[in-house]
């Protein structure tokens, strides 16, 4: 049965001491699931904010407003948290993060912001994912002992990561496949907002980890299987060896930093460590989450004008 998603705070917004009340701040909201927060949020006549290090380039919705946030600069979060009433957070998870989630939950928390919705990864805490499965620790931890009303989400590998497979779709090339035959259900980012969405306008979902996952288990080989049947063409796919996958992403201009995380992520996937289904978006949403072949079939039109490799 579909839980009760129902806002607890009403529209439209109330004026008080020049801040828009329950307004709803999306940090990141230029990224894949901020983006799309946004605009869900906005075709539901919620009040928001955004921040962007760079207001001025940045592009949303009528009526959102738009502030500046630049995790370089902690002095910019406090202004960007007062009058809100629930905040997203993006942080910066990896070897870079210099404690941009708990600066984030302090600022939330002096500006009296009611409730947080904390963006992590499957697999947080898992001593199998090594380092990279300690990068959203301590941002979960401040979100845990914040005392606001939060709610954790820990996505799986989104579905739209293939998008990186258009430039050697295009160039006549076949697609990488880094993990093996190791399989995992990648969620649609869609289905991730909507679950957000649900827990920044409801308490409902207060001290809830949800671990964000697709409906099916499937290997790179899987996902190639099924966008070439979306766009009626061949998709050739190369096994890149665990051995040459180093040396493969350099090769591909990645930076050293990026390339180890992937290295431990793509051993772990290749291990069977990621082969779980929840249904924590079912749950949540009262629908089942979408496939990847829905997903594939809605963006058809970016993978269009391939070239077919031989």
Known sequence: MRPDVRADFSYPRRQQGGHAQHMILITGATGTIGSDIVRQLVTEGVVVRASTRDPERAEFPAGVEVVRVDYRDPATFGPAMV???A????????????????????AAQVAGVRRVVKLSAVGTGDPRLGVPGSWHVPGEQAVRDSGLEWTILRSNTFASNTFSWIE?????????????????AVVDPRDVSAVAVAALRSSEHHGRTYTLTGPDLQTGRDQAAVLAEVIGRPIAVTDIAEADARAFMVAAGLPPAFVAGALTGQSFIRGGHNELVTDDIARVLGRPPRSYANWAADHRAAFAGMTVPS
Do not use: C, K, M, W
């Open 168 to 184: 050697p779709l295009r160039d006549g090339h076949p697609v990488p496949n880094l993990t093996g035959d190791g399989s995992q």
């Open 87 to 106: 905040a997203f957070l993006v942080g910066v998870p990896g070897p870079d993060d210099t404690g941009t989630d708990a600066a984030l939950v302090a």
């Open 83 to 85: 009058g809100i009433e």
